[in-house]
T-cell receptor, first 114, second 115 residues
Framework: DAGITQSPRYKITETGRQVTLMCHQT?????MFWYRQDLGHGLRLIYY???????DKGEVPDGYVVSRSKTENFPLTLESATRSQTSVYFC?????????????FGQGTRLTVV | GENVEQHPSTLSVQEGDSAVIKCTYS??????FPWYKQELGKRPQLIID?????GEKKDQRIAVTLNKTAKHFSLHITETQPEDSAVYFC??????????????FGKGTLLTVNP
C-alpha cells in the first residue's frame, strides 16, 4: 500500500454536515497532497502541505479545510458538505530529495453528499 | 500556474496495435513529467516518468517522449494487451529545491484494448 492509508473508504453524508477524511502515512515524507477526482476533470489539487504546520491552497480549495499538526497525518475537512463535493478523494505523499520523485496515492475515499 | 491538456479523452484500439496519448503543458519551468495508470476503482499508479534533461525514455512496451521547445510530451504503448485498458493521466511539475512538487494533471484518457 506504499505506506499511505485513507479512511474511511466510503462515506455518505448529508448536505450541511461536517465530514473529515483522514490520510495517514507510515513514513515521514514531507509533502502531502489532497486531490479530488471527478469525471471529465481528472485529478484536481485541493490543498497540499510541505511539512507539519505548513499548508497551502491548490486549484479547488473552497469549502475545504486542512491541518497538519503531525507529519504523518493530513486530514481534510468539509466544513459544510454540499452535493458538488460528491467525489473520490485521493491523498498523496511524495518523498523529497534524491532521484526518487514519484508521488504515491492512497486508495481513495468515495464521498457521497445527499 | 501550470495547465496540462491531454488528448484524446477516449481511445479504442485492437489488441496488438499501438496507442499514443499526447499532452501539452504551459509552464516552461516544469521539469518532471510522470504518467499514471488508473484501473477501475483503484488508485493512480506511476508507470513511467521523464525529466526535462531527457528526450525519450522506454520501459518494455511503454515509452515517453518529451519536446521541451513545443512543451509537449507523449505516451506510447506498443503491442497493446487487454490489461492495458485503464485511464491514463499525464502530469507536470517543477521538481527542485524550494519548489512545492505539486502535480498538475491532464483530464485523463480512457484506453480500451479490444481482444
Amino acid at each position: 500500500d506504499a505506506g499511505i492509508t485513507q479512511s474511511p473508504r466510503y462515506k455518505i453524508t448529508e448536505t450541511g454536515r461536517q465530514v473529515t477524511l483522514m490520510c495517514h502515512q507510515t513514513w515521514s515524507h514531507s509533502y502531502m497532497f489532497w486531490y479530488r477526482q471527478d469525471l471529465g476533470h481528472g485529478l484536481r489539487l485541493i490543498y497540499y502541505s510541505a511539512a507539519a504546520d505548513i499548508t497551502d491552497k491548490g486549484e479547488v480549495p473552497d469549502g475545504y479545510v486542512v491541518s497538519r499538526s503531525k507529519t504523518e497525518n493530513f486530514p481534510l475537512t468539509l466544513e459544510s458538505a454540499t452535493r458538488s463535493q460528491t467525489s473520490v478523494y485521493f491523498c498523496a505523499i511524495k518523498p523529497t530529495g534524491g532521484r526518487n520523485t514519484e508521488a504515491f496515492f492512497g486508495q481513495g475515499t468515495r464521498l457521497t453528499v445527499v | 500556474g501550470e495547465n496540462v491538456e491531454q488528448h484524446p479523452s477516449t481511445l479504442s484500439v485492437q489488441e496488438g496495435d499501438s496507442a499514443v496519448i499526447k499532452c501539452t503543458y504551459s509552464d516552461s519551468a516544469s521539469n518532471y513529467f510522470p504518467w499514471y495508470k488508473q484501473e477501475l476503482g483503484k488508485r493512480p499508479q506511476l508507470i513511467i516518468d521523464i525529466r526535462s534533461n531527457v528526450g525519450e525514455k522506454k520501459d518494455q512496451r511503454i515509452a515517453v517522449t518529451l519536446n521541451k521547445t513545443a512543451k509537449h510530451f507523449s505516451l506510447h504503448i506498443t503491442e497493446t494487451q487487454p490489461e492495458d485498458s485503464a485511464v491514463y493521466f499525464c502530469a507536470a511539475t517543477h521538481n527542485s529545491g524550494g519548489s512545492n512538487y505539486k502535480l498538475t494533471f491532464g483530464k485523463g484518457t480512457l484506453l480500451t484494448v479490444n481482444p
